[in-house]
């Protein structure tokens, strides 16, 4: 048998890599045909020779920022820069769970005729958002509620009333088959939850208008005779407890995609090219007659990667995300604006952060 030859290895050469492929490594995430690559954050102190990683608060707040991309009533998007993901997260997940609000809890059932059972009227009460700011009130003490303290108080109580009862239409036709012109007040919807002051709440939220966010959801339908005698308390809570508490109707992240050409790509070649991307990603640039592939904004992408089903495109171009760049997506239930949501999810973070100092500080001491 001849004798195998046996290289040594150099260790060094390891750490020889060119610094481009380290700094990819580092701030990217490389999306391949069968797989992702690069996922795991690796730039703890003394994993790459030549950077410093150790922590620097000078240096995170030169490289984080918060950019607000749009916003509207209901909906906002931003970018939040320079941030790991294990914290990206975490405000993600305070803005699900941990953000209070004013949500239905009990509901006092008086009279209920309708073919809609008790228990399921009151969960879809139960989930109607309602429009009041949770910072004016107070968390209600469940440990010392009895039977005196059933109806609550003015700070930390909102009280609304349902009731309403269908009835024939004596202005109808006699040929009509239409129930919105057979009968009054049979479709109950959840503007018919009307706002029952407590204590000196009508003074306080004089100018503020309680009630549900909106008012076309409907709760149920009634026929001539069947009615709604409903009493229920709103109370401070967070979607922790019950998802009906969650401000947001979703909040979600995604780095952002960057999509760059390895070669310049022109002709038929070029329109396939663009056709593999979402609209606005990439288009198709004229010199001297001739069209050539040009990215335009990568923003756009939904890095579906169909792009590399093609063996004629798939080296041209270089699919990858920025690890560090998230784009946050925040929509609002209705009940607070979203810019005023992202603003208490901050302040929640902030606290947590203030007592896990503290505890590590106490345990120190001891």
């Not at 195998?4 to 701030?27: F, H, Q, W, Y």
């Not at 288009?283 to 040009?294: H, N, P």
């Not at 690890?323 to 929640?348: C, Q, Y």
Request: aromatic share 6%; hydrophobic share 40%; charged share 30%.
């Amino acid at each position: 048998m001849g004798r195998g030859l046996c290289t040594p290895v150099n260790r060094g050469d390891k750490m020889a890599a060119p610094m481009s492929i380290v700094e990819e490594i580092r701030t990217r995430v490389i999306l391949q045909e069968f797989g992702v690559k690069n996922v795991h954050t690796t730039d703890y102190p003394g994993n790459y020779p030549g950077y410093d990683d150790a922590w620097n608060m000078a240096d995170f707040k030169k490289n984080f920022r918060i950019d607000i991309v749009d916003m509207d009533e209901n909906t906002m998007e931003f970018d939040m820069v320079g941030i790991d993901a294990s914290i990206a997260n975490a405000f993600r997940r305070i803005l699900l769970a941990e953000v209070p609000t004013m949500a239905v809890e009990k509901v006092f059932i008086y009279n209920n005729t309708s073919i809609v059972q008790d228990e399921i009227l009151a969960h879809r009460l139960g989930l109607v958002p309602i429009k009041a700011d949770p910072r004016l009130f107070e968390y209600r003490d469940a440990g010392n509620e009895g039977e005196d303290d059933e109806e609550g108080s003015e700070i930390d109580t909102i009280k609304l009333q349902l009731k309403v009862k269908c009835s024939r239409n004596p202005r109808a036709t006699k040929d009509s088959a239409d129930p919105r012109e057979l009968y009054l007040n049979h479709m109950v919807y959840s503007k018919d939850m009307k706002w029952v002051p407590i204590g000196n709440q009508a003074d306080v939220f004089a100018d503020i208008n309680i009630g549900p966010v909106h008012g076309d959801i409907l709760l149920a339908q009634l026929r001539p005779g069947q009615e709604l005698d409903i009493v229920m308390h709103c109370v401070k809570g967070i979607g922790q407890d019950h998802a009906k508490f969650s401000p947001v109707a979703t909040a979600s992240y995604r780095l952002l995609p960057e999509i760059s050409l390895l070669e310049t790509v022109e002709g038929e070649k070029a329109e396939r090219l663009r056709g593999c991307f979402s609209r606005g990603v990439m288009e198709l640039e004229d010199r001297d007659g001739r069209k050539f592939a040009k990215v335009v904004n990568s923003r756009l992408d939904t890095c579906s990667r169909e792009v590399l089903r093609h063996e004629d495109l798939k080296n041209l171009v270089k699919l990858a995300r920025v690890r560090d760049h998230f784009i946050f997506t925040v929509e609002s239930s209705g009940v607070l604006p979203p810019d005023v949501l992202v603003t208490e999810a901050i302040k929640v973070l902030m606290t947590k952060c203030s007592r896990f100092l503290n505890e590590l500080n106490t345990s120190n001491m001891e």
